[in-house]
């Protein structure tokens, strides 16, 4: 179980990592024009964090290079409707990590003689936020709203290990966050093509506690604008958590998001 345990919280590490904090709403916003049609959007990104942790077993930081190591699928994606001053939006995360154990030999059994170890570590998850936001200031400068929705991540994390070619440890284990937030975010522009998007969410629930912040600047074009900004997310477990007790997502983020 020690060996599951272990497993289990590096994995939960990198799937937050490289998707976690890959979130959750339309931080590159398109322009939402007043009036009485629909302005939709979707959105693709890609995030480089470093992530640093607190588990039962000691701290850990990981970096981006070994969250790619490990990356089998992933499907990211962000779609936005917005009308007048409401504006709706979905963020949806896929992922499947593994890790191989290949071969590992030096451990010693009874006899003392030599152990060779082999299996895998994997992790599925998914982290689905939607959101509702209301423009407080909606003007050609700028466009401010407050907001609030869910943040729930579902992991299932397994483990086999084999000694000298016997399976011996074969485990999974799958559970789910539910928690909700409020926030804001906005939209200044500098000129015709430039612009800032800003972002901050809080909440709780399953968790003891959860925000985030971004900030950056963006480009619009005529069909689509791009941002290069940089993301801060923390999360607090509950201290009986056998996972993880606290973890901090933070690095560069690049994305693009498409009008229609």
Same mark, same amino acid.
């Given at each position: 179980m020690k060996i599951f345990f272990c497993a289990k919280s590096f994995l939960l590490v990198t799937s937050l990592a490289s998707s976690a904090f890959l979130l959750a709403t339309p931080l590159m916003a398109a322009d939402s024009t007043s009036g009485s049609d629909w302005e939709y959007g979707a959105g693709i990104y890609l995030w480089a964090p470093k992530i640093t942790a607190t588990t039962p077993k000691g701290d850990a930081e990981l970096p981006f290079y070994q969250i790619l190591d490990d990356l089998q699928m992933t499907f990211m994606g962000i779609a936005s409707a917005s009308k007048d001053k409401w504006t709706l939006s979905m963020d949806v995360v896929y992922m499947s990590l593994k890790s191989d154990v290949n071969r590992v030999r030096g451990f010693r059994g009874p006899g003392n003689a030599e152990l060779e170890v082999t299996g895998d570590v994997s992790l599925k998850n998914w982290i689905v936020t939607p959101t509702v936001g209301y423009a407080v200031l909606d003007s050609e400068q700028a466009r401010i709203e407050i907001l609030g929705g869910v943040r729930y991540l579902w992991l299932k994390a397994a483990v086999e290990i084999n000694v000298n070619g016997s399976e011996r440890v074969n485990r999974s284990v799958s559970e789910g966050y539910w928690d909700a937030i409020i926030g804001a975010r906005a939209n200044i522009k500098? *000129?015709? @093509?430039? +612009?800032?998007?800003? !972002?901050?969410?809080?909440?709780?629930?399953?968790? %003891?506690?959860?925000?985030?912040?971004?900030?950056?600047?963006?480009? /619009?074009?005529? =069909? #689509? *604008? &791009?941002?290069?900004? !940089? @993301?801060?997310? %923390?999360? =607090? +477990?509950? /201290?009986? *958590? /056998?996972?993880?007790? /606290?973890? &901090?997502?933070?690095?560069? +983020?690049?994305?693009?998001? #498409?009008? #229609?």
């Open positions: 500098l *000129n015709e @093509r430039w +612009f800032v998007p800003l !972002y901050f969410d809080i909440g709780a629930g399953d968790t %003891d506690g959860t925000w985030q912040g971004f900030a950056g600047v963006g480009y /619009e074009f005529e =069909n #689509f *604008n &791009t941002v290069l900004g !940089y @993301r801060y997310l %923390d999360y =607090n +477990f509950d /201290e009986s *958590n /056998e996972v993880m007790e /606290e973890m &901090t997502v933070k690095g560069p +983020f690049l994305g693009l998001m #498409f009008k #229609f």
